[in-house]
């Protein structure tokens, strides 16, 4: 058996738990970043009218419900 000091036991719990912070923080932005991108993927921004939309579906030519022309899914750009 081997002797443990408080000290270590101390730092042992420290980097244990932020491990483990390090670890869920890692998880909730790979699912925040997913989430993202499928938000990026289901909004449309209709090219001569600027009408946003959503539309979940996987089709490429999308119908603008405001003026009614075809426009092509594509990403969304940030301001
Ligand atoms: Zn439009």
Request: some cysteine; charged content about 25%; aromatic content about 8%.
């Amino acid at each position: 058996m081997f002797r443990v000091t408080l000290t270590h036991l101390i730092l042992i719990y420290m980097a244990v738990l932020l491990g483990i912070l390090c670890f869920a923080w890692v998880i909730g932005e790979l699912i925040r970043f997913r989430q993202d991108r499928h938000q990026r993927r289901s909004t449309v921004v209709c090219d001569i009218c600027g009408h946003s939309f959503e539309d979940p579906s996987e089709a490429e030519l999308l119908t603008c419900p405001s003026c009614g022309r075809l426009n092509e899914r594509g990403s969304v750009r940030e301001i």
